[in-house]
C-alpha cells in the first residue's frame, strides 16, 4: 500500500515536499516513482529513485527544481518541489514496482497510491 500526502495550494515560486509511505512492501527492494496527471493530460512520470539506494532520474520538465529521496529505516519516499510553476499543477502519485525497465513507463509499476493534488496559482 502507498500513501501520498504533501499537496497543497501555493504561489509560483514556492515549494512543497511531498511523501509517499510505503507499507505491505519489502521497500528497500522496490523501485519508486512519482508520477503526475493535470486535467485533460496525459499521466508523465517526473522523478524515479531505483531500490536500495539507486540512481535517480527525472524528467526534464524538472530537472534541476525537484529532488526525490528515499528513507529506507521509514519506508517514505520525498519528493522535494522547488521553485514551482503554475505547469506543475496536477494530481501526484507514487508508483512502486520490483523491476522496472523504462522508469517512466506507469504500465510497468505494479503498485500505485491515491494521489496527492499539487496546485500552484497565484
Known amino acids: 500500500q502507498l500513501a501520498e500526502s504533501g499537496g497543497d495550494l501555493v504561489q509560483p515560486g514556492e515549494s512543497l515536499r511531498l511523501s509517499c509511505v510505503v507499507s505491505?512492501?519489502?521497500?528497500?527492494?522496490?523501485?519508486i516513482a512519482w508520477f503526475r496527471q493535470a486535467v485533460g493530460k496525459e499521466r508523465e512520470g517526473v522523478a524515479c529513485?531505483?531500490?536500495?539506494?539507486?540512481?535517480?532520474y527525472y524528467a526534464d520538465s524538472v530537472k534541476g527544481r525537484f529532488s526525490i529521496t528515499r528513507d529506507n529505516v521509514k519506508n517514505t519516499v520525498y519528493l522535494q518541489m522547488n521553485d514551482l510553476k503554475p505547469e506543475d499543477s496536477a494530481f501526484y502519485f507514487c508508483?512502486?514496482?520490483?523491476?522496472?525497465?523504462?522508469?517512466?513507463?506507469?504500465?510497468?509499476?505494479?503498485?500505485w497510491g491515491q494521489g496527492t493534488q499539487v496546485t500552484v496559482s497565484s
Open positions: 508508483a512502486a514496482d520490483e523491476h522496472i525497465g523504462n522508469h517512466f513507463d506507469g504500465a510497468e509499476y505494479e503498485y
Open positions: 505491505g512492501l519489502n521497500f528497500y527492494h522496490y523501485t
Open positions: 529513485i531505483e531500490r536500495w539506494n539507486g540512481p535517480t
